[in-house]
């Protein structure tokens, strides 16, 4: 139930298009009392927060609406007057699309053409008079947005000529009042909250949640048994001298092999040591994006200095005698040890949520059920203080623990195998994933833009998806070459050391470029790329990497897989596994990510798609 409102959840009334005169029918989704904004979703998908004076009742409109409906024809034809080179006739927008999708389906193809050209009105770039609008934090935003726009305006009126001659690709930009999820700002004001409100907001925030995925509910207990079940199959099978289907299932040891408190003691101060080294005040503090709230987060992004420093600690521990091997003979009670910990964590992390505001929940992790959310995640960013646990597990102690167990697996290789140095399948492997994992930490800022950190909720797929998955079932592969012997000539070394360049190369640029885009659009290093505007105020790269495919990033990934594989041979399916689950992971993910971008984007999301046609893999997927 919704407070006692003007316009009703449910309700179909007319939406004004932000920036300009014209009205479109909507539908309310909720209405968020700080803000006092409507959450509004129009026919072509796209969501909105709107002011109540931009709604109108859907009676008193259509007589207005009737009498004027001549009005967008003189609006265009003004629009296209060839005197006007200004930014204001260059600012076609995904709402002008939009609009006229949804109001001339009908028509024919050179009215529709016309259509496309229907101008929005730039409006100043102001912060509008609601209460929140006061704050710092959003009149910053708002000439951050400004600059932007004067950035651009050349490259808008030098692009006006390529959107004459192709009507098909949308270029320019434009302001529109942001929706929530793109950040509001938060006032003091707004942050004194009484009891009614908060209330009223728990029913408002209710409504912001997103349809369920991983097979809803039932999926969700699925996912609960499933995941630690297959991590311990692998590590099973993995130990079997022929881990082949004809081994399948591999034998179930006694429970109480299982357990072992010096494991789960090791893995407790792995972790401790990694969070000691977290929260060092070393290293750049770096912003993330902007929350539902407005709010930018800091995070500490001191990965590479956290992996120098394991690395030396490790050497030293090496040096002065530590087994290593110890690792690969007591692994399956180290996996079990993370899987506790991951999961008394999970427990952790739902107990908390419970008590974090409505905007601080994520999404897709706020379905009211509670195996579900507890699954999914159920807050976006839980912090301790300044420690943000999400963004630490994913980072840290999986990410660095899995580099730590294969230089381990290297050590009981040259063991079992009584060799002076290890083979160049396993050295290529260590060297592979040791590269990706500190690019990964070189370039830690950039996970901030990724789907985990800005969309997910941390739960208990995370938590054990880090702790457990990552450095449990990443390192099959060195496990595998520790008593499976796979030469490799030279030629075939070559190839996959030139496979997994160029896989590294597609990833961290296509990666990178998207990160420097989505932290500053008007970069002069990004001006030659095209773009697609859209209605959050966001807008979508359509050339560049992200022309080539929807998903360059993923390509790129796929292709190191494929090299992390290749050196282990082809006598077992084991050892591609990864690249197996990599397949579904990234093809299940482009598709969740094509959901929420439709959801964000409407029409200009379904633009990008039509201009960029391919998933992944370019002319095939
Ligand atoms: N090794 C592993 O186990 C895994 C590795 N990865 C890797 O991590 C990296 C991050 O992956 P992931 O978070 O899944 O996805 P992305 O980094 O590709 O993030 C997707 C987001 O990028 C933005 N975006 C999409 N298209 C465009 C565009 N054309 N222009 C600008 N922005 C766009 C959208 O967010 P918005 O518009 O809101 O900014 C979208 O939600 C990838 O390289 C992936 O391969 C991922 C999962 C597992
Ligand atoms: C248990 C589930 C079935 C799946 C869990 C998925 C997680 C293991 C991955 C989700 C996204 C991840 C990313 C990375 C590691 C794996 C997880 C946590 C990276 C940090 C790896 C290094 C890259 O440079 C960036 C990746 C971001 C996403």
Partial sequence: MMPSLKYQKGETVMG???????????????????????????????????????LKSTSGFQARSRSRSRSPGRRRSRSRSP?????????????????????????????ETRL???????????????????????HEKNEDKLKVENNTANKINESEKKVEAEPEKIQGRYNLRRRKDDGDAKSDEAKVEHPEEKEAKKAAGATFATPLDFGGKIGAYFWLLFLPAWVLFLVLHVNQEDPSLATFPPPLPPLDVFWDAQALSFIILWILFQALLYVTPVGKLSEGMPLRSGERLKYRTNGFFAIVVSAVAVAAAVHYGVDLTYIYSHFLQLATGSFLISFVLSIFLYV??????????????????????????????????????KFFCEMRPGLIGWCLINFAMALAEMKKQGLD?????????????????????WNEEAILTTMDLMHDGFGFMLAFGDLVWV?????????????????????ALTAIVILKLVGFYIFRKSNSEKNAFRRNPSDPKLSYLKTIPTA???????????????????????????????PCGFSHLLPWYYMIYFIILLVHRDSRDMVECRRKYGLAWDEYCRTVRYRIIPHVY
């Fill in 471 to 491: 450095p449990f079932t990443y390192t099959m592969q060195a496990y595998y070459l520790v008593s499976h012997p796979s030469p490799l000539s030279v030629p």
């Fill in 16 to 54: 004004r298009w932000p920036g300009s005169s014209l009205y479109y029918e909507v539908k309310v989704l909720g209405f968020d009392l700080k803000s006092q904004l409507y959450t509004v979703i129009y026919k072509d998908g796209t969501e909105l927060e709107l002011r109540e004076q931009d």
């Fill in 116 to 138: 496309r050209d229907v101008e929005v009105t730039l409006s100043p770039l102001q912060p509008t008079k609601t209460p929140e609008n006061n704050g710092n934090n959003r």
């Fill in 421 to 441: 140095a290890p083979s160049n399948s396993m050295i290529l492997v260590n060297l592979f994933q040791l590269l990706y994992v500190v690019d990964g930490l």
């Fill in 83 to 111: 005197g006007r080179t200004t930014r204001r006739s260059s600012s076609r927008t995904a709402a002008a699309v939009a609009a006229a999708a949804i109001t001339d389906n009908a028509a024919s193809s050179r009215r």
């Fill in 536 to 566: 959050t105020g966001k807008s979508l790269l359509v050339s560049g990497w992200w022309g080539m495919v929807r998903h360059p990033n993923y390509l790129g990934d796929l292709l190191m897989a494929l090299a992390w594989s290749l």
């Fill in 352 to 389: 908390y949520s419970r008590y974090a505001a409505p905007e601080q929940l994520a999404l897709g992790g706020n379905s009211g059920n509670v195996v579900y959310d507890f699954f999914k995640g159920h807050e976006l960013n839980p912090r301790i203080k300044n420690f943000d646990l």
